[in-house]
């Protein structure tokens, strides 16, 4: 079993930067891929950005592109989503998501095992 903690969302005027943690603690040695996804209110969930645990290789939804960064601390178990740039449009619940099977799609929701609760962030216009 994996536990997943999140932390650092808030509100933040347009332009604005805020940066979420995600800290994992239980079999975390056996960790495939983390990822962020954000729900929007009456939208479904939607992939955000992915790392593969072991490689470092990233992956991110093309909205975010250029705008947010994935990064992992290894040694502490730890995901990060640095936002720059924020948009009214980013306003959402963010979840941290990790699982522990190799698969080379990083982008559904179904293919994590563990979810955290959520964090929300907010992007006043």
């Known amino acids: 079993q994996v536990q997943l903690v999140e932390s650092g969302g808030g509100l933040v005027q347009t332009g604005g930067s805020l940066r979420l943690s995600c800290a994992g603690s239980g079999d975390t040695f056996s960790l495939s891929a983390m990822g962020w996804f954000r729900q929007a209110p009456g939208k479904d969930r939607e992939f955000v950005a992915a790392?593969?645990?072991?490689?470092?290789?990233?992956y991110y939804t093309d909205s975010v592109k250029g705008r947010f960064t994935i990064s992992r601390d290894y040694a502490k178990n730890t995901l990060y989503l640095q936002m720059n740039s924020l948009k009214p449009e980013d306003t959402a619940v963010y979840y941290c998501?990790?699982?522990?099977?190799?698969?080379?799609?990083?982008?559904?929701?179904?293919?994590?095992?563990?979810w955290g609760q959520g964090t929300q962030v907010t992007v006043s216009s």
């Open positions: 998501a990790a699982r522990v099977y190799y698969t080379t799609n990083y982008y559904e929701a179904y293919t994590y095992n563990y």
């Open positions: 790392i593969d645990w072991n490689s470092g290789n990233t």
